[in-house]
């Protein structure tokens, strides 16, 4: 299974186009949003092609995209622009793929290191919110994040994710691999991480 994966898009039109441009070429079995997709931020910088109202009216675009769409809410999701969003955006959301237990949220309701309550050994803790991409494994638990869209930090370049048979990979824009994480090979015995 392919899962296309990004997070904190903050308004920008340019960065919603080339997920667009992404789910045509790469014809995912599932898009991932986690959240962020509309208001930039207080903290954060204008992002290239911040358009929130151009946004909104392009977003059924890819809605209307062969891929179910599962995304849930960030800290800058206000809810009256989710209410214009055409899926809705829980607060998480649970993905069974490629044998792994997915547990997607925006993660500014979460530590950044085990433990995490409520989550087993073995499960993927998909999330956005520090515009970083990350992926290891600690004490049991896999953690994935595909960067930022349009507002990447720490020097990252814009990115998103992609998962295909239990392999988490971070892309740049030009499709150049900056990360990958595969949990079965973090689990084994004598594994590198």
């Given at each position: 299974?392919?899962?296309?994966?990004?997070?904190?898009?903050?308004?920008?039109?340019?960065s919603l186009h080339f997920l667009e441009g992404r789910l045509r070429e790469l014809e995912p079995d599932m898009l991932v949003l986690l959240g962020d997709l509309v208001y930039h931020?207080?903290?954060?910088?204008?992002?290239?092609?911040?358009?929130?109202?151009?946004?909104?009216?392009?977003?059924?675009?890819?809605?209307?995209?062969?891929?179910?769409?599962?995304?849930?809410?960030?800290?800058?999701?206000?809810?009256?622009?989710?209410?214009?969003?055409?899926?809705?955006?829980?607060?998480?959301?649970?993905?069974?793929?490629?044998?792994?237990?997915?547990?997607?949220?925006?993660?500014?309701?979460?530590?950044?290191?085990?433990?995490?309550?409520?989550?087993?050994?073995?499960?993927?803790?998909?999330?956005?919110?520090?515009?970083?991409?990350?992926?290891?494994?600690?004490?049991?638990?896999?953690?994935?994040?595909?960067?930022?869209?349009?507002?990447?930090?720490?020097?990252?370049?814009?990115?998103?994710?992609?998962?295909?048979?239990?392999?988490?990979?971070?892309?740049?824009?030009?499709?150049?691999?900056?990360?990958?994480?595969?949990?079965?090979?973090?689990?084994?015995?004598?594994?590198?991480?």
């Open positions: 299974m392919r899962l296309l994966i990004a997070s904190d898009l903050h308004g920008s039109l340019d931020g207080p903290r954060n910088p204008l992002p290239a092609g911040y358009d929130t109202p151009g946004l909104l009216r392009d977003m059924p675009g890819i809605a209307a995209m062969r891929p179910p769409v599962v995304a849930v809410r960030g800290n800058c999701d206000a809810e009256v622009d989710v209410t214009h969003l055409p899926f809705p955006m829980p607060e998480s959301a649970w993905l069974n793929v490629d044998g792994l237990r997915i547990f997607a949220s925006h993660g500014h309701h979460l530590p950044e290191f085990p433990p995490i309550p409520g989550l087993g050994a073995g499960t993927v803790v998909l999330r956005g919110h520090t515009h970083v991409p990350r992926g290891e494994s600690l004490d049991g638990l896999h953690f994935w994040n595909p960067g930022s869209l349009s507002l990447p930090k720490q020097g990252f370049p814009r990115s998103y994710g992609l998962c295909e048979n239990g392999v988490f990979r971070v892309l740049d824009l030009a499709g150049r691999e900056i990360l990958r994480h595969e949990p079965a090979a973090a689990s084994a015995p004598h594994a590198v991480r």
